[in-house]
């Protein structure tokens, strides 16, 4: 599933290309909203939000989608073929440019005074205007029994934080995945918090890859997807296994020797 970093380049490129300009083509190919139209009006932003999107528009409506573990956004220059098959959730496109929405988890219409009800229930967003690492901390207390990289995904504690940052945030910080959240003190909680912000703003702006979890774009990767090879810090094989309830379970890569239990 994309990350927080992912879907805020997302954002950023549909502002380059919609925002200020009048749509021209607006089809929504799912069936809760197949007769919608907003031809005609201008788009006024799109916001990311942890890993969902808001995209604004005339007349007091807002457009919401989530990439889930595929989505994406494809823009080209307005009038270029569209993918076939029934991979497309959404076209939006003006006289110069056309966003095409693929295999979005989420794609719903509604009225932006309304955005709370799908976004309210998210804890503070690491690259958004309501960061704030002591409201995060405190978020991550509220289970003391959990464990910490559990916690970590949770959205409603700190949103966008996906498998790859929740496991370079625990070992920039050398915390256990395994750590319950309650025996972490909370200036601790808000350290951890604020490693996972660097992180994502750091990465915001330059892909990650998400398979060999090595280098790419002079950016480096330090357990996600490192299994078996030495840590760069200690020399410790990486180790990799599941973290979360059933059927909830998430990978985790860790260094045992830097993250001790």
Not at 238 to 260: F, H, K, M, N
Request: hydrophobic letters at 40%; charged letters at 30%; a positive charge.
């Amino acid at each position: 599933m994309p990350e927080g970093d992912a879907v805020y380049r997302a954002a950023k490129r549909l502002r380059e290309s919609l925002d200020g300009r009048v749509l021209t083509r607006s089809e929504f190919r799912v069936p809760r909203h197949a007769t919608a139209d907003l031809r005609g009006r201008a788009v006024l932003t799109t916001v990311s939000r942890g890993k969902h999107l808001l995209t604004r528009v005339e007349g007091g409506l807002t457009i919401h989608t989530h990439l889930r573990m595929d989505g994406r956004w494809r823009i080209d220059r307005a009038g270029r073929p569209i993918p076939g098959g029934d991979v497309v959730r959404l076209i939006l496109a003006n006289e110069t440019w056309q966003a095409v929405g693929i295999r979005l988890g989420v794609t719903e219409l509604l009225p932006t005074d309304r955005e709370d009800r799908v976004v309210g229930h998210l804890g503070p967003d690491p690259l958004g205007p309501d960061w704030d690492a002591a409201w995060a901390a405190r978020n991550l207390a509220r289970a003391p029994g959990r464990a910490i990289g559990e916690a970590l995904l949770d959205q409603r504690n700190l949103a966008g934080l996906g498998t790859i940052w929740r496991a370079e945030t625990l070992f920039a910080a050398r915390m256990s995945p395994w750590r319950a959240a309650g025996s972490i003190p909370v200036d601790e909680l808000e350290a951890l918090a604020a490693i996972a912000r660097e992180l994502l703003d750091a990465a915001k702006d330059q892909p990650l890859p998400v398979s060999t979890g090595d280098r790419r774009r002079g950016r480096e990767l330090f357990v996600y997807g490192r299994a078996g090879r030495p840590c760069r810090r200690c020399g410790t094989p990486i180790s990799r296994g599941e973290l979360g309830t059933a059927p909830d379970e998430r990978l985790i890569y860790w260094c045992p020797v830097c993250q001790p239990s």
